[in-house]
C-alpha cells in the first residue's frame, strides 16, 4: 500500500516539472513579475491540491497526463491566496514556507500583482488543457474552478475571516465553520471535483467528491488552527501564535486545545467512512485523512 506521504514524494516533482513548463519564463518581460511568481510557487509547498486532483482522477479512470494541467493549475490559485493573504492588509506575515513571505522579499505592489497574475494563469490553464479535452469538459472545470475561488468561495470565505476577526459573530461556532469551509475547504474540493470533471464522472461521483472535500477542509484548517497553538515556525513554514494575538475566529479560540483535538478526530473519522464509497485509491485517501488529522501529534 502506498502511503500519501510516498505518493506526494513521486507526484510532486512532476507536478514541478509541469509548473515549470507552464510559468513565464524569469528572464522574458516583465522580469522582475515572472521571478517574483517563480520565487513563490517554488518555495517548497508541499503539493497536496494538485495531489487531490490526481488522485480523484485516478480513482475514476483519467490517466495522470490528463490531470496535471489541471494539478498545476490549482498549485497556481493555492499560491496566489498564500501571496495575497500575507499581505499586511490581510494576514500580514512575513513568512511563508519558512522563507521571507513575497511582499518582503520584493514589496508590496509587486505581491499584489504576482497574485493576481497567478490566480489568471490558473484559471486561463484551466480553460485552455488538457488540450484533448472537449470544450464542454474545460468549461466545466473552469466553472467549477471559479465559483470555488469567488465570493460565494475563498474569496468569500477570507473576507468573512477578516470580519470576524477581533468581533465574533453572535453564532460564533456556525460562522467559524462556514469560514473554513469556504476559505479553505473551498479549493480543496475544487481539486478533488476537477479530477473527477477530467474523469468525467456522474453526478453521484461528484456529490462524493464534494462531501470528501468538505471533510478535508475542515479537518485542514482545525489542525491549522490546532498547530497556530501548539506549533512553532519551522513546523508552520509561517509565524506561529498569530490567531491568538489577533483574536482570529479558532476552533482553539472558542473551543479549547483538548475540545478542537476532539472535533479533529470525529471530523477524519467522517471523511474515512466517505472513503468506502470510492471505486478505486481507497487506502491512498485513507492516508491522506490520516496525514491531515496528525499533523499535530
Given amino acids: 500500500m502506498t502511503s500519501f506521504e510516498t505518493f506526494l514524494e513521486t507526484l510532486a516533482p ?10 513565464p519564463a524569469a528572464d522574458r518581460p516583465p522580469q522582475r513579475l515572472h521571478a517574483a511568481l517563480r520565487y513563490s510557487v517554488f518555495a517548497g509547498g508541499k503539493r497536496v491540491r494538485p495531489s487531490l486532483v490526481v488522485m480523484a482522477g485516478e480513482a475514476y479512470g483519467a490517466k495522470r497526463e490528463t490531470l496535471l ?14 501571496v495575497h493573504d500575507d499581505l499586511p492588509a490581510l494576514d500580514d506575515d512575513d513568512l511563508r514556507r519558512g522563507r521571507a513571505s513575497l511582499h518582503k522579499a520584493y514589496d508590496e505592489a509587486l ?19 488538457p488540450a484533448a479535452a ?3 469538459v474545460r468549461a466545466r472545470a473552469m466553472e467549477m474552478v471559479a465559483e470555488a475561488v469567488g465570493t460565494d468561495g475563498m474569496i468569500g470565505g477570507q473576507m468573512a475571516d477578516l470580519e ?13 465553520e462556514s469560514i473554513h469551509r469556504r476559505k479553505t475547504g473551498a479549493l480543496l474540493t475544487a481539486s478533488l471535483r476537477l479530477g473527477g470533471v477530467y474523469a468525467e464522472v456522474d453526478e453521484s461521483a461528484d456529490r462524493l467528491l464534494h462531501q470528501l472535500g468538505d471533510g478535508l ?30 483574536r482570529k475566529l479558532t476552533y482553539p479560540g472558542l473551543f479549547g486545545l483538548e475540545e478542537s ?10 471523511a474515512l467512512d466517505l472513503c468506502a464509497a470510492l471505486p478505486d485509491q481507497r487506502a491512498l485517501f485513507e492516508s491522506l485523512i490520516r496525514y491531515l488529522g496528525d499533523r499535530d501529534h
Fill in 164 to 176: 470576524a476577526e477581533a468581533n465574533w459573530p453572535e453564532n460564533p461556532q456556525d460562522a467559524l
Fill in 217 to 246: 477542509g475542515l479537518l485542514f484548517q482545525i489542525g491549522d488552527d490546532i498547530l497556530d497553538v501548539v506549533g512553532n515556525a519551522e513546523a508552520l513554514g509561517k509565524t506561529a501564535g498569530k490567531d491568538a494575538d489577533s
Fill in 261 to 270: 483535538r476532539r472535533r479533529l478526530a470525529a471530523v477524519e473519522e467522517e
Fill in 134 to 136: 472537449s470544450l464542454a
Fill in 14 to 23: 512532476r507536478v514541478d516539472e509541469v509548473l515549470d513548463e507552464l510559468l
Fill in 111 to 129: 505581491a499584489i500583482l504576482a497574485g493576481d497574475a497567478l490566480l489568471n494563469l490558473g484559471l486561463l490553464c484551466v480553460a485552455r488543457r
Fill in 69 to 82: 494541467p489541471g494539478a498545476a493549475a490549482m498549485e497556481m490559485i493555492h499560491t496566489f491566496s498564500l
